[in-house]
């Protein structure tokens, strides 16, 4: 079993940054970090393996959104830049045990969600 906490969610003007933080606790293979706005499905930001640290990103935040990991903290991190509006959702964490990408089905342990806002 592997219990995870995220951190790091706030309000921020259009162009702004955030980094969210998240740890879990266990052996995991690979975390990722999701995103739900009102009314619209929980979709993949961006992920990383845990081992080779290997990442993958969403097309829509690519070249803004950045991960990172510190092994001795088993944290991983999610630098935000230039947030825009359409950036604002609720901010999930997930890990798996076996499996890595940016699909919800992939991940079976999941944070309780920090908020993002963005005005503009």
């Known amino acids: 079993q592997v219990h995870v906490v995220e951190s790091g969610g706030g309000s921020v003007q259009a162009g702004g940054s955030l980094r969210l933080s998240c740890t879990a606790s266990?052996?995991?293979?690979?975390m990722g970090w999701f995103r739900q706005a009102p009314g619209k499905e929980r979709e993949g930001v961006a992920r990383?393996?845990?081992?080779?640290?290997?990442?993958s990103y969403a097309d829509s935040v690519k070249g803004r959104f950045t991960l990172s990991r510190d092994n001795a903290k088993n944290t991983m991190y999610l630098q935000m830049n230039s947030l825009k509006p359409d950036d604002t959702a609720i901010y999930y964490c997930?890990?798996?045990?076996?499996?890595?990408?940016?699909?919800?089905?992939?991940?079976?342990?999941w944070g309780q969600g920090t908020q993002v806002t963005v005005s503009s």
């Open positions: 266990g052996y995991t293979y690979c």
């Open positions: 990383m393996l845990t081992t080779s640290r290997s990442t």
């Open positions: 997930a890990a798996s045990r076996s499996t890595c990408g940016l699909s919800v089905a992939l991940f079976d342990y």
